[in-house]
Each structure stands twice: as structure tokens, then as C-alpha cells.
T-cell receptor
Framework: DTGVSQDPRHKITKRGQNVTFRCDPI?????LYWYRQTLGQGPEFLTY????????KSRLLSDRFSAERPKGSFSTLEIQRTEQGDSAMYLC?????????????FGPGTRLTVT | AQKVTQAQTEISVVEKEDVTLDCVYE???????LFWYKQPPSGELVFLIR??????QNEISGRYSWNFQKSTSSFNFTITASQVVDSAVYFC??????????????FGTGTLLAVQP
């Protein structure tokens, strides 16, 4: 059983460029979450999917951010016109159930640096 | 509003000492879950434990134990006979509700535990 995988692990980009991250959840997990973690802070919720439906987005997810989960499998998170404030670790998590009795399993994260 | 507070930013202990990491939470829901995650230097969050709001029994797993007290809204984590491999950032998290809810995790700011040999 493989865990949650994320690609790339590190991304360095120049301000104004677009970036896209991919997350592959654990097979059969129908919930997929995106979080953002900045230095010295805990992860903050960005958005989540129930199968292919995006059911909630945080206020942290500005118009420059978009997430998809086609076919309810892998998910992508795109940031357009990156800003230095977007520099953070982007974490993906998945869970098998639809309530909190099921823990979320996290991937290794994608560390984004915007120069 | 939901909130998780981990007042201890950093703790340093010597190997074999016992250490307790504090977690205080706020929620208006009567149904919720509490979690602890470990984040080693590699960065990947590792699930440690989940407790629901209806179960206040303390739990022990090897050298780890958890004390959940609704009266003080606390969910503290104790490592007995700490080891160097326990060095990591530990996060306490809160999630509300059952089926249909977002079940997003609200994390504290974490406690960095350094275990010296």
C-alpha cells in the first residue's frame, strides 16, 4: 500500500510565473485535502474534494489558486501569477471516510519558493 | 470559532526524560475529534492518535500516552523515556462533526521537541 505522493517535492519559480502541483492520494480514498504550511506554523486548510466534487474552499484560496480532481483520483493545485507570499509548503492529505472518525494521511509536501 | 493552542514553542530534554506536550482547544460543537501528528525533519506529517469528544479515557501506546480532559479543554501528550528519534515538531489538531461536514483539521502552531543524547 503506497502512501500519498506529491510532485514535485520542490519548486523554485520567479514571481509572476504559474505553477502546478500534483497529488496522488491513497487508492480508494474518496476525500482529498489541500493545506498550506508556512515556516513555524501549523498547516492551514485550503480546500477539499469528495470524489471529484470540490466542496469547500478557504478564504486563503484567492482567485489565483485553482484546484481540480478529475475522475476523483489525483488532484492538481495551480497557482497563477505567483507572489512571494505564496512561498510555503503545500500539503495534500487523503482519507477513506466522510467524517472525522477517519484520519487524514499526509503526503511529503511540495515546497514552493517564489523569488 | 475553532482554535487550537500549543503554548510551548520549543522543548529540549535529555534522552530518557519524560516530556509532556500541552494542547488546549476551543470549539462550540459538542461533537468533535482531536488529533496528534508528528512532523519529523523530513517534513511528512505522521498520524499518531485520534480521540472523539465522547471518549475521555486516557490512552497509552508504548511510550506514548494521551490525557483528554473536557473540563479544561485539553488534550495533552506525554512521551515517557524520550529518545533521540522522538525529535520532531508535534501538532495537535481539531476537527468537528460527523458525516457531511468538511472535517478539515484545525492545527495548533506546533511544539518543537529536541531530545539530546
Amino acid at each position: 500500500d503506497t502512501g500519498v505522493s506529491q510532485d514535485p517535492r520542490h519548486k523554485i519559480t520567479k514571481r509572476g510565473q504559474n505553477v502546478t502541483f500534483r497529488c496522488d492520494p491513497i487508492s480508494e480514498h474518496n476525500r482529498l485535502y489541500w493545506y498550506r504550511q508556512t515556516l513555524g506554523q501549523g498547516p492551514e486548510f485550503l480546500t477539499y474534494f469528495q470524489n471529484e466534487a470540490q466542496l469547500e474552499k478557504s478564504r486563503l484560496l484567492s482567485d489565483r489558486f485553482s484546484a481540480e480532481r478529475p475522475k476523483g483520483s489525483f488532484s492538481t493545485l495551480e497557482i497563477q501569477r505567483t507572489e512571494q507570499g505564496d512561498s510555503a509548503m503545500y500539503l495534500c492529505a487523503s482519507s477513506v471516510g466522510t467524517d472525522s472518525s477517519y484520519e487524514q494521511y499526509f503526503g511529503p509536501g511540495t515546497r514552493l519558493t517564489v523569488t | 470559532a475553532q482554535k487550537v493552542t500549543q503554548a510551548q514553542t520549543e522543548i529540549s530534554v535529555v534522552e530518557k526524560e519524560d516530556v509532556t506536550l500541552d494542547c488546549v482547544y476551543e470549539t462550540r460543537d459538542t461533537t468533535y475529534y482531536l488529533f496528534w501528528y508528528k512532523q519529523p525533519p523530513s517534513g511528512e506529517l505522521v498520524f499518531l492518535i485520534r480521540r472523539n469528544s465522547f471518549d475521555e479515557q486516557n490512552e497509552i501506546s508504548g511510550r506514548y500516552s494521551w490525557n483528554f480532559q473536557k473540563s479544561t479543554s485539553s488534550f495533552n501528550f506525554t512521551i515517557t523515556a524520550s529518545q533521540v528519534v522522538d525529535s520532531a515538531v508535534y501538532f495537535c489538531a481539531l476537527s468537528e462533526g460527523f458525516g457531511g461536514a468538511t472535517n478539515k483539521l484545525i492545527f495548533g502552531t506546533g511544539t518543537l521537541l529536541a531530545v539530546q543524547p
